[in-house]
Nanobody, 121 residues
């Protein structure tokens, strides 16, 4: 079984910073692309940032220049550094990973349980 466990959410004032982390645990062969998504109340889940196995990152236009995604392949973790936070960034943030359980098996998508980020004064 593979689990993704997020941490680092909370309440922050506009203009502040938060750092989200996600760690993959369990038995698996490798992890492919990893990402962060978010879902605000009444809205669809949206992609925030992705990162490939070799560290190539891509971002939603709404967070470019403010958020930075990174990963540590040795520790099976992905991190989202969020700066200059705005009230519109308020959402539940979900970690995402494509995991290959065995070398011969296809990649399967796993999700974390979500962590709440609230930006408010």
């Amino acid at each position: 079984q593979v689990q993704l466990v997020e941490s680092g959410g909370g309440l922050v004032q506009p203009g502040g910073s938060l750092r989200l982390s996600c760690a993959a645990s369990g038995t698996f062969n490798s992890i492919g692309a990893m990402a962060w998504y978010r879902q605000a109340p009444g809205k669809q889940r949206e992609l925030v940032a992705t990162i490939t196995t070799v560290g190539i990152a891509d971002y939603a236009d709404s967070v470019k220049g403010r958020f930075t995604i990174s990963r540590d392949n040795a520790k099976n973790t992905v991190t989202l550094q969020m700066n200059s936070l705005k009230p519109d960034d308020t959402a539940v943030y979900y970690c995402y990973a494509n995991v290959r359980r065995l070398s011969s098996s296809p990649q399967v998508t796993y999700w974390g349980q979500g962590t709440q980020v609230t930006v408010s004064s």
